[in-house]
């Protein structure tokens, strides 16, 4: 994506619930652009209070500057009247001048609604409408690719919402019985993973506008029996550390959407490894967002799954998808040397 695709402000605003997965409300939101035109990361804070607007565009700062990006465009969407703490957009305009971001305008809008105004901090005669989210170019471009929009943050952590108690409580159990009698080895629990996934990989999603985190008609039933086989299987710290390549190749969407099923049907603790699976698909798709609910899934569900807080950290200190990437290649190259003896 390049900056002509935004180059009117009536569109960027437009295309901020595309950009971030969700409609901002009372947020700041950070629109990068690397050396190249390209856009880079687009980060999103709450609004703080007074007290906190130093110490919130410091944290801006610092993640950004993990991207190596040389210009910033910031928007202001909600707060308690037009032009909303111009001093804390003046403080994160500071922050991003100070490690070397320069802010190439800030503008402010109620709500990313079609025909709402948009002012900009700097000149009160520049002025405008927000376009229509749903027919703006970015739009268009993301539902080909089937990528979904979320009214809120609230209605994308819904989309994981977990399974009725009374199923999951008698997946725990059947969960339990088949630990105490599974004797399958670490390659036959991989086997499973990767024939469910094959399973998912030949039935059709729903096509173009299609969400991409629900289960299409056509996704594989799961019986509990089938359930409890794959959350014994990705309790294997092997297997885990095999499924995070996944995303490396072109099966991950096919993942994504396994990971998503059990992430809904299976029972804490066994939940915070297809929650952390899903997590690192959708970091490594640049969905940062989606990853870090995810990921707050995943650590309700096991508070000590150190790798889950591992990527969290990651998200929160704003590594970039590339470099996690390296990581997760880097590992699997490392394990697969033979050892020595």
């Known amino acids: 994506m390049t900056i002509t695709n935004l180059r009117h402000t009536d569109q960027v605003i437009a295309a901020l619930p595309y950009l971030i997965g969700f409609a901002p409300t009372d947020s ?48 202001v969407v909600g707060g308690g009247e037009p032009r909303h703490d111009p001093a804390f957009v003046e403080a994160v305009t500071r922050a991003l001048v100070e490690v070397g971001v320069s802010v190439e305008h800030a503008f402010w809008t109620r709500s990313v609604e079609a025909g709402e105004p948009w002012l900009s901090y700097r000149d009160p005669g520049l002025t405008g409408a927000v376009a229509d989210p749903a027919s703006s170019a970015i739009a268009a471009q993301f539902t080909v690719q089937g990528i979904v929009v979320y009214s809120s943050r609230a209605d994308m952590a819904a989309s994981l919402a977990a399974d009725p108690e009374g199923d999951l409580d008698r997946r725990a159990a059947l969960i339990d019985a088949a630990v105490a009698a599974d004797k399958s080895t670490t390659a036959e629990k991989l086997d499973l993973v990767h024939k469910v996934i094959d399973e998912f990989d030949a039935s059709p999603v ?25 959350a014994i299987a990705l309790s294997d710290p092997r297997v885990r550390e095999a499924c995070m390549a996944i995303p490396l190749g072109t099966r991950d969407r096919s993942a994504a959407r396994l990971w998503t099923r059990l992430t809904r049907a299976l029972p804490a603790p066994e939940r915070a490894e297809a929650a952390f699976q899903l997590a690192v698909s959708r970091y490594l798709r640049g969905d940062g967002v989606y990853a870090r609910v995810a990921l707050g899934i995943a650590l309700a569900a096991n508070p000590r799954h150190s790798l889950a807080a591992l990527v969290d950290s990651a998200a929160q200190h704003g590594i970039p998808p590339t470099e996690l990437r390296t990581l997760i290649a880097e590992a699997q190259a490392k394990s697969a040397r033979p050892r020595p003896g």
């Open 206 to 230: 729903r096509g173009r506008g299609a969400r991409v985190a629900d289960p299409s008609p056509t996704d594989p039933d799961l019986d509990d029996t089938r359930l409890a086989q794959l």
């Open 28 to 75: 700041l939101v950070a629109l990068t652009i690397r050396d190249a035109g390209e856009v880079g990361p687009v980060i999103r804070v709450d609004l703080p209070a007074p007290p906190g607007r130093v110490p919130m565009a410091t944290h801006l700062a610092d993640i950004i500057t993990g991207y190596h990006v040389r210009v910033a465009l910031l928007i």
